[in-house]
C-alpha cells in the first residue's frame, strides 16, 4: 500500500509551511505530496494568510524536492484553459525531473468562483471531458506535428503542442462518486482512479464499476491504479489522538467511521480493509500542517507495518 500526504493549504497555510512539510513527506519514506486546488477557505477557519495556486507551489517544490511525486486532488476544470494546463503541467513535470501527476475534476466549489471572478459554468462535466482530451491529445501529438480540437467549449487550430512533459505519460487522476459518466471518463483518459472519503464498501463498488467501464472501453480493469482520500488522525494513546482531533475541529468517533483515526493498530487494520476493496494507494488528508510530530508517527508507527 502507498501512502502519499495531501494537504488542503486553502484552511491556511503559507508556501513555506507547505516546503517544509514536503521536505518531511519525503524524509520520512512516503511517496508522494500531494495538494488541493482551491482559492477559498471551507468551515469555520480564518484561511489566513490566504490561498496559494497550487501549480506555482507545485513548480516551487519540484526543485526543492528530489524524490517524492507531487500532484493535485484535483485541480479544477472551471480555472484554467485546457491549453495553458497543459503548458503549466509540462513545465512543472520538467522542473521536477519527471514526477507531476494532475488530478482532474470538474470544479464544485461554487463560492469560491464567486471569490475570485472564475465563471461557474452549468456545464461543467463536458468541459471536463474536453479539457482531458485536449490535456492528454497535447501531450501525446508527436514533436514536429500540431493538434487541434473543435469542441461545444474549446476550440484549439494548429497548436504546435509544445512544450512536452518530461515523462512519457504524465499519469492522470480522475475520482468521484458518480455511477456512470464518472466511471466512462476514467476509462477512457485516468491511469488512476481516486475515491475520496468514502467508505470500504463504497469503494469496493465504485472500483467495479470503473473496472466495468474500462473492459468495456478495450482496456484491463487492473490497467488502472485504485485510490483512496481519508482525513488521517493517529496517536499514541487516545488522549493523543483526542488532542490531534480537537485541533482539527473534529470528533474522534467521526473520524474513527469516516476516516483513518485512532491507534497505530487500528488505522493499520483499516487500512487492510481498504486494501481488500481493492485500493493499493491512500492519499492522508493532513489537515494540522504544523503537527510533523503526526507525520513521523505515521511514517514509523504505520507505514512501517504495511511493507
Not at 518531511?24 to 477559498?40: I, M, N, P, Q
Not at 491549453?83 to 525531473?97: N, R, T
Not at 483518459?189 to 468514502?198: L, S, T, V
Amino acid at each position: 500500500m502507498d501512502l502519499r500526504i495531501f494537504t488542503e493549504p486553502q484552511q491556511g497555510a503559507t508556501y513555506d509551511t507547505l516546503l517544509t512539510v514536503a521536505k518531511a513527506t519525503e524524509d520520512l519514506g512516503f511517496d508522494a505530496f500531494f495538494r488541493s486546488d482551491h482559492y477559498l477557505r471551507m468551515g469555520d477557519v480564518d484561511g489566513l494568510p490566504g490561498p496559494t495556486d497550487a501549480w506555482i507551489t507545485l513548480a516551487g517544490l519540484a526543485r526543492e524536492t528530489r524524490r517524492i511525486r507531487l500532484g493535485t486532488l484535483m485541480t479544477a476544470a472551471t480555472f484554467r484553459l485546457p491549453g495553458v494546463l497543459a503548458i503549466q503541467v509540462a513545465q512543472v513535470d520538467q522542473m521536477s525531473g519527471g514526477r507531476v501527476e494532475l488530478g482532474l475534476g470538474a470544479g464544485w466549489f461554487e463560492e469560491e468562483h464567486r471569490a475570485y471572478g472564475i465563471p461557474f459554468p452549468k456545464e461543467k462535466f463536458a468541459r471536463l471531458e474536453e479539457q482531458l482530451a485536449i490535456v492528454t491529445g497535447l501531450w501525446q501529438t508527436p514533436v514536429g506535428e500540431t493538434f487541434g480540437h473543435d469542441g461545444a467549449h474549446y476550440q484549439l487550430v494548429d497548436s504546435p503542442a509544445l512544450p512536452k512533459p518530461a515523462q512519457r505519460k504524465v499519469p492522470v487522476l480522475i475520482g468521484g462518486q458518480g455511477a456512470t459518466r464518472t466511471p466512462r471518463l476514467a476509462a477512457r483518459y485516468a491511469d488512476e482512479f481516486n475515491m475520496p472519503f468514502a467508505s470500504p464498501e463504497d469503494s469496493e463498488r465504485q472500483f467495479g464499476r470503473v473496472r466495468e467501464a474500462a473492459e468495456a472501453a478495450g482496456r484491463k480493469g487492473d490497467d488502472l491504479v485504485y485510490s483512496n482520500a481519508l482525513v488521517v488522525c493517529v496517536g499514541k494513546d487516545d488522549a493523543e489522538v483526542a488532542r490531534r482531533a480537537a485541533a482539527i475541529g473534529r470528533e474522534v468517533g467521526e473520524l474513527k467511521e469516516n476516516g483513518l483515526a485512532g491507534s497505530p493498530a487500528e488505522v493499520v487494520e483499516k487500512i487492510g480493509r481498504y486494501a481488500e476493496a481493492g485500493a493499493s494507494r491512500l492519499y492522508l488528508q493532513m489537515l494540522d500542517l504544523n503537527d510533523l510530530d503526526h507525520l513521523e508517527l505515521i511514517s514509523s508507527q504505520v507505514q512501517a507495518q504495511l511493507g
